[in-house]
């Protein structure tokens, strides 16, 4: 499950104000946990589930709405977006400097 701007989704869910042009664009993208990057088409149903069961209520319920992590796949991305968040009372972000972005790729293997 992935978020467009890492780093965003746990100070989002820690209740933090988000800066910088995340507040523009920042979208939840969820998607079936992949086994390993050398097999990124094999899914892996017990690391979705134990992602699931780690997101806040609200966020867990958008997903069974949309078909529960029964219906997700890999390939597929069910995006959350701003004013969804919003409705769901998380807070809006403040303009300001972008954080720096970092690769957490390397660190996956």
Known sequence: MVCCLPGALDQLFAGEQLTGRAYQVLTLEFHSAVA??????????????????????????????????????????????????????????EPGPMPALRNYRSEWK
């Open 36 to 93: 390993s990057w050398e097999h990124p088409k094999l899914p892996a149903p017990m690391t979705t589930r134990r992602m699931f069961n780690s997101y806040p209520e609200n966020i867990r319920a958008w997903l069974q709405n949309k078909g529960g992590i029964e219906k997700m796949t890999i390939e597929e991305y069910w995006t959350l977006t701003p004013p969804e968040l919003w409705a769901m009372g998380y807070r809006k972000c």
